[in-house]
């Protein structure tokens, strides 16, 4: 584990929920951390990495509270890629069936 450089504290704002990443982001809406001109992170990893260790090989970071510039650890969990894309699908349907109340949620008669 690390100590994260206060350039890095400097562009996180600490809600009530979430620890928001304020700095650049990437295309994917992600926080973008440049350590150094060969090292970049995604603000997230970087936060996990430094205050819980890496996580096992294999793995990525699912951001449980469905933030995508959130970096606070414990709203971080491992998941297997295939995880990670079951439940972003969970997510979005949930969010179309929010935004268009004639659809019939899962296990609701049509």
């Given at each position: 584990?690390?100590?994260?450089?206060?350039?890095?504290?400097?562009?996180?704002?600490?809600?009530?929920?979430?620890?928001?990443?304020?700095?650049?982001h990437?295309?994917?809406?992600?926080?973008?951390?440049?350590?150094s001109?060969?090292?970049?992170?995604?603000?997230?990893?970087?936060?996990?990495?430094?205050?819980?260790?890496?996580?096992?090989?294999?793995?990525?970071?699912?951001?449980?509270?469905?933030?995508?510039?959130?970096?606070?650890?414990?709203?971080?969990?491992?998941?297997?890629?295939?995880?990670?894309?079951?439940?972003?699908?969970?997510?979005?349907?949930?969010?179309?069936?929010?935004?268009?109340?004639?659809?019939?949620?899962?296990?609701?008669?049509?």
């Amino acid at each position: 584990m690390r100590t994260l450089p206060a350039a890095f504290w400097a562009r996180v704002t600490k809600t009530d929920d979430c620890w928001l990443w304020t700095g650049a982001h990437d295309r994917d809406g992600y926080g973008a951390y440049t350590e150094s001109r060969t090292k970049k992170w995604r603000a997230h990893r970087l936060a996990y990495v430094a205050m819980r260790g890496n996580h096992a090989p294999g793995l990525e970071l699912d951001h449980r509270c469905e933030v995508r510039n959130c970096v606070r650890p414990d709203h971080l969990e491992p998941v297997t890629h295939a995880e990670n894309v079951r439940r972003a699908a969970l997510r979005r349907r949930r969010l179309q069936t929010a935004a268009c109340p004639d659809i019939p949620s899962a296990g609701q008669a049509a």
